[in-house]
């Protein structure tokens, strides 16, 4: 199944905007006519150090850290900055009541009338079931993409692969736009796993934080 955000697309100043992208704002609050949020300056919606509270657990399953349990998806963030135009684009990944989950922009910063041209994809483990009887954890892949023309910026959550067996940390280090990749323990069986890196172009960099609930198995 594909969660995909649904659009309208309106024109504003020259430029035309998905409509879940009214709630948000370019540079200074404004783009065209169209007041709204605007992502911080320092916006850091996936945290790159552990906070009060949270541990980081080893994502070897050899290091037997890992306690038995299936780690079911709540959603994701996602955070990208482009060095080129310093674009910078919040997109989310919620669960909704009718359908599932909705993935849209939660806010941008830096987007200016006729700016195209930027696309991104990465992939993050959405969902493992870690078992003792098991060599390797299975997991299950999520992929997620945005990409901006003159017209719309478009984005999407959607599952890739289901049941993959091997090691959790190898899955996320096989790609080279990786940088890091935390498994951090939050509280109660709330869990995250947060991974930095640049993207496959080389011109911008991200930090996907996929949030995960543990069930007994």
């Known amino acids: 199944m594909t969660f995909k955000s649904k659009f ?3 024109p504003v100043g020259g430029l035309l905007l998905s409509s879940y992208l009214l709630a948000c704002g370019g540079e200074g609050g404004r783009l065209g006519s169209v007041r709204g ?3 911080s300056e320092n916006a850091k ?3 790159e150090t552990l906070q009060k509270g949270e541990t980081d657990i080893n994502l070897d399953p050899d290091a037997g850290k890992i306690k038995n349990g299936d780690y079911v998806y709540q959603g994701a963030d996602l955070y990208y900055v482009d060095s080129k ?4 684009v919040h997109l989310v990944d919620f669960k909704n009541e009718k359908s599932g989950y909705s993935s849209q922009v939660k806010c941008f910063r830096n987007l200016q009338p006729g700016m195209k041209g930027v696309q991104f994809e990465i992939e993050g483990i959405s969902r493992m079931r870690v078992n003792s009887t098991d060599k390797q954890p299975f997991v299950d892949i999520h992929q997620y993409t945005f990409s901006l023309t003159e017209k719309q910026i478009a984005n999407r959550a959607k599952p890739l692969q289901s049941k993959v067996q091997g090691s959790p940390k190898d ?3 096989k790609s080279n736009t990786v940088r890091s990749v935390q498994f951090v323990h939050i509280s109660g069986d709330d869990y995250e ?5 640049r993207s496959a172009d080389g011109r911008g960099t991200y930090a996907l934080g996929i949030k995960l609930k543990r069930k007994k198995l």
């Open 8 to 10: 309208l697309t309106i």
């Open 37 to 39: 949020e605007i992502c």
């Open 45 to 47: 919606p996936v945290h």
């Open 171 to 173: 899955i996320y280090l």
């Open 193 to 197: 796993i947060r991974s930095t890196g």
């Open 85 to 88: 135009t310093d674009l910078r």
